[in-house]
């Protein structure tokens, strides 16, 4: 059964610097991969999908995410997060069925501090 | 454009009630899903209507029912409330496999 797992509970960055966010998925195809981001008691926001063609994936907000088939990864990076970019921050994969329906990760934390 | 509007946003229920939420996608999107977000996981799925009919139904029990409407509108019910059916419900709606899922904000439901 596929599934996505994101290693990392909470993280802290300093403001400035830069991020990046593990997500590893189970799947036996080419997945297809999606990086949401959600502010408190907000749902769910699209930073950046991943379907086919070029491995490195440019979202909104200046994320990008890189998908590395040998490693079963799609990690989520950006070269200087801001003080809004504090959020919790979920993987996902769709399942390729009927549905496309998604299989989310339990989330990462990220709190920034100044 | 209005984005996929839920309503209500929040909502307290008694053990044993009965709730209806409520979804109403993106102008032109035909596909809904809905999904359960339990504090400190990530969402669940529950159902995926296209074209007014059920595409697919995740692992949760026959207490939790759905439909859409000709509109493309859908509503989740849920029977005989329990109190881990407190969660975020999130509406997520599509215009097609390859486009990706926009959420609405979701309905925060407490059962007490």
């Known amino acids: 059964a596929q599934s996505v797992t994101q290693p990392d509970i909470h993280i802290t960055v300093s403001e400035g610097a830069s991020l990046e966010l593990r997500c590893n998925y189970s799947y036996g195809a080419t997945p297809y991969l999606f990086w949401y981001v959600q502010s408190p008691g907000q749902g769910l926001q699209l930073l950046l999908k991943y379907f086919s063609g070029d491995t490195l994936v440019q979202g909104i907000k200046g994320f990008e995410a890189e998908f590395k088939r040998s490693q079963s990864s799609f990690n989520l990076r950006k070269p200087s997060v801001h003080w809004s970019d504090a959020a919790e921050y979920f993987c996902?994969?769709?399942?390729?069925?009927?549905?496309?329906?998604?299989?989310f990760g339990t989330g990462t934390l990220l709190a920034v501090q100044p | 454009d209005a984005g996929v509007t839920q309503s209500p946003t929040h909502l307290i229920k008694t053990r044993g009630q009965h709730v209806t939420l409520r979804c109403s996608p993106i102008?032109?999107?035909?596909?809904v899903s809905w999904y359960q977000q339990v504090l400190g996981q990530g969402p669940q799925f529950i159902f995926q209507y296209y074209e007014k009919e059920e595409r697919g139904r995740g692992n949760f029990p026959d207490r939790f029912s759905a439909r859409q409407f000709p509109n493309y509108s859908s509503e989740l019910n849920v029977n005989a409330l329990l109190l881990g059916d407190s969660a975020l419900y999130l509406c997520a709606s599509s215009s097609g496999q390859g486009s990706g899922y926009t959420f609405g904000s979701g309905t925060r439901l407490t059962v007490v």
């Open positions: 996902a994969v769709g399942d390729g069925g009927a549905t496309n329906k998604l299989i």
């Open positions: 102008s032109g999107h035909k596909s």
